[in-house]
């Protein structure tokens, strides 16, 4: 059973950092591509950033280029968001997902994601 836990949210003041884990269970970590979204209230599911099965490919939203970075460590089955420069903007659930293909456009639409994990909430307070 695929199980994807979020954690390392939490409530930050605008300009502060955050850095989320998810640690991935049952499956090949390694075959997999990864992402992070995020849901703010009221509003759709966003891609933040997503990650090659090794690493070697990364993309990431406009806005969140330049103070978001993806990591992944493939021995620890477990994929990273860090977080700097937080505004109040972030605030939202960020959720954790995997895919088994890198397509580029596609990396951004949420039914390419098989499983997700339960979200972790990121509260930015101005």
């Known amino acids: 059973q695929v199980q994807l836990v979020e954690s390392g949210g939490g409530l930050v003041q605008t300009g502060g950092s955050l850095r989320l884990s998810c640690a991935a269970s049952?499956?090949?970590?390694?075959?997999?591509?990864m992402g992070w979204f995020r849901q703010a209230s009221g509003w759709e599911r966003e891609l933040v950033a997503a990650?090659?099965?090794?690493?070697?490919?990364?993309a990431y939203a406009d806005s969140m280029k330049g103070r978001f970075t993806i990591s992944r460590d493939n021995a620890k089955n477990t994929v990273y968001l860090q977080m700097n420069s937080l505004k109040p903007e972030d605030t939202a659930v960020y959720y954790c997902?995997?895919?088994?293909?890198?397509?580029?456009?596609?990396?951004?639409?949420?039914?390419?994601?098989?499983?997700w994990g339960q979200g972790t909430q990121v509260t930015v307070s101005s």
């Open positions: 049952g499956r090949t970590f390694s075959s997999y591509c």
């Open positions: 990650i090659s099965w090794k690493g070697g490919s990364t």
């Open positions: 997902a995997e895919r088994s293909d890198w397509t580029g456009v596609g990396l951004a639409y949420t039914d390419g994601y098989t499983y």
